[in-house]
């Protein structure tokens, strides 16, 4: 069964989401601060982070940064609606998603199972290798692993996702809106700035320039598309 750290300062927030992820038979976590949860995710197999921002001590935004150093594991981050710029802060060192406070708990369930589902996927073996092939970029869907001119490069869930997506059509154009609800399972209502963050680090990592991208592209007012340029 899957492992949940659950991070928030607030006692009653952490409490909340429990009562939420303990019908689904999760095992649960809990840290009140960042550092601890730094400790808990490096001490222990965990599947999957809810992590508040705003935080006393280390915040949220550091701690993802430092569990980013060791582990690729989905993290959700937790945000108040006026930190905007925290959001995006979050998504650039390596969060996953985010829910908004207040949040439903249909809203948190549907979150948490969406990035289970891709780590699980990104975990699992098959028998066939699915070798897809662009350029200096080789993705081994059997492995999960990407390689970039014989490098490998550690990929988040979310950004292996959407790398295997472009690459699955090659030159063809993917809006926000179907990028969005393919990788992330849901209606994409306010998902640019997500996904735009989110494609933003992927070309951080496969691209020698980031500046002048040799595969994956912007095209203005359309979407995003990868392709090999000679």
Not at 47 to 69: N, Q, V
Not at 115 to 126: D, E, K, N, P, V
């Amino acid at each position: 069964m899957y492992k949940i750290l659950i991070c928030d300062d607030q006692p009653d927030i952490v409490n909340a989401l429990k009562i939420y992820l303990a019908p689904e038979g999760y095992t649960l976590l809990e840290a009140y601060n960042g550092a601890d949860a730094v400790k808990l995710a490096r001490e222990n197999d965990v599947h999957l982070i809810l992590l508040d921002i705003m935080m006393p001590g280390m915040d949220g935004i550091t701690a993802t940064s430092k569990i980013r150093e060791f582990s690729n594991v989905p993290i959700i981050l937790l945000t108040a609606k006026s930190e905007t710029e925290d959001k995006v802060l979050g998504l650039n060192v390596g969060a996953d998603d985010y829910i908004t406070k207040p949040f439903a708990p249909v809203e948190v369930l549907a979150r948490v199972k969406s990035q289970l589902r891709r780590f699980s996927s990104l975990g699992s073996r098959t028998e066939d290798s699915n070798l897809i092939t662009l350029g200096g970029i080789v993705l081994d869907d059997r492995t999960k692993q990407v390689t970039v001119e014989g490098e490998p490069v550690s990929l988040t869930p979310t950004e292996y996702a959407i790398l295997k997506l472009l690459m699955s059509s090659p030159g063809k154009v993917f809006s926000t809106k179907v990028l969005y609800e393919s990788v992330w399972q849901e209606v994409a209502l306010g998902s640019e700035g997500a996904v735009a963050v989110h494609i933003r680090h992927l070309r951080e990592k496969i691209e020698i320039n980031p500046s002048e991208p040799r595969y994956l592209k912007v095209m203005w007012g359309q979407g995003y598309k990868i392709e090999a340029r000679p």
